[in-house]
């Protein structure tokens, strides 16, 4: 058995603290992570984790290994990646997760570019509004949209995604165009919330440099952004999204921008990844395509 990949296996196991959740991301049986992790503690002879039928989680010999073991799998992905300087010597499997709208309109057109030059590199996608556990769930990079709160995380700002207000024509034919903030008391905001149930924002801007909001009603309230672009196509009230994302439809006149003097503040965008002393050359290289994707993005009037 290869003493990296069972170091790998362990690894990946105590930081999800599931060998359930560590199978999933390793594309391995549970039987097979279980095994690795036997295999392992005869090798070394010790006991490396405490389980029980909740929870799995490092013991105090288990707590050690397992910084020396991630010191040795960094090293490891840097000493294969150190010779390496064209696109096809790149191989391995890289998990990266984002919101769902910026995997689809932003990420996803432009991969085919990305995989014709690093053809042995393998993505896992995860495209979901909600916020994964990066470390947990054995992510090597996210997408956040909004600000970021995760000490144990590194965070690179990629900039700031221009917000804008929108609605269809259908909807404005019924209830008519809002021409300033006051307008706004006949009108029904599509309210999005990640948690249902949770108080959502009202309209959002920005006057003399402060964030403000207004109070408004509304019908409809979803928790992700599919929902929420299909909610606005449909009829159902204004929302306020990021303008990259909107644009194809302004452009077609499937949504018309409103009240454009009244917009949320630009939304951050970051992209995050896990403390390590080295990143593969896979990862790295990853993580600059997408920079340099998100960067094009935002910053696009």
């Not at 490092?58 to 294969?80: Q, V, Y």
């Not at 909600?130 to 769930?137: H, I, S, T």
């Not at 990853?286 to 910053?299: G, K, V």
Request: hydrophobic share 45%.
């Amino acid at each position: 058995m290869n003493k990296i990949e069972l170091l790998r296996t362990f690894v990946r196991v105590a930081e999800a603290g599931s060998f359930t959740q560590a199978a999933a991301s390793l594309g391995l049986q549970k039987a097979s992570v279980s095994e690795h992790v036997r295999t392992l503690e005869n090798l070394v002879g010790a006991r490396l984790l405490h389980r029980t039928t909740r929870k799995v989680q490092p013991t105090h010999d288990g707590i050690a290994l397992l910084e020396r073991s991630k010191d040795l799998l960094s090293d490891m992905d840097e000493l294969e990646g150190m010779f390496r300087h064209d696109g096809a010597a790149l191989e391995g499997r890289l998990r990266v997760d984002m919101p769902t709208v910026f995997a689809r309109k932003t990420v996803l057109p432009h991969l085919a570019s990305f995989l014709n030059k690093y053809p042995h590199i393998r993505i896992e996608l995860s495209s979901t509004d909600r916020r994964v556990d990066l470390v947990r769930e054995g992510f090597d990079c996210v997408v956040r949209v909004g600000d970021v709160n995760e000490p144990s995380l590194i965070a690179r700002p990629l900039g700031a995604l221009v917000m804008a207000n929108a609605a269809s024509p259908a909807y404005l034919k019924i209830h008519g165009v809002p021409k300033k903030l006051e307008d706004l008391a006949q009108h029904k905001l599509i309210h999005y919330s990640p948690i249902l149930g949770a108080r959502p924002a009202g309209f959002e801007y920005v006057m003399d440099g402060q964030s403000c909001e207004l109070p408004m009603a509304g019908n409809v309230t979803v928790n992700n952004a599919d929902a929420y672009e299909a909610a606005c196509l449909n009829g159902l009230g204004l929302v306020q999204s990021p303008l990259s994302g909107l644009r194809a439809h302004l452009v077609s006149g499937a949504l018309v921008q409103l009240l454009p003097d009244h917009v949320p503040a630009p939304m951050p965008i970051s992209l995050l990844y896990a403390h390590r002393r080295h990143l593969s050359q896979r990862v790295r290289t990853f993580m600059e395509w997408l920079a340099a994707l998100i960067e094009q993005d935002a910053s696009a009037k």
